[in-house]
């Protein structure tokens, strides 16, 4: 595989991780536990729970999609940079 062939790979591979889920997905009713302090406060301050809550699993979903690439495609990231590097000898 030329350089050029792995660094679109790469691009497309690492833009496909990049994708977070559907903004206007199918809201469902849960019930989480949370300290009471916490969540008084976060009243108190008219703190949307949900959207909170929501965009924090996005957040960390999107960081384990990430770690999970790069475990994934470590070789092919490593063979690249070799590439690009040159030798010293």
Request: proline share 3%.
């Amino acid at each position: 595989m030329s350089s050029r062939q792995m660094q679109r790979l790469l691009a497309a591979s690492l833009a496909a991780t990049n994708q977070v889920a559907p903004t206007k997905g199918r809201k469902r009713p849960t019930n989480v536990t949370i300290d009471e302090y916490v969540l008084n406060e976060a009243r108190k301050h008219g703190i949307n729970l949900s959207n909170i809550l929501e965009e924090s699993l996005r957040q960390l979903l999107h960081n384990i999609r990430v770690k999970e690439w790069q475990s994934t495609h470590k070789k092919a990231v490593d063979s690249y940079n070799q590439l690009l590097t040159p030798e010293t000898k």
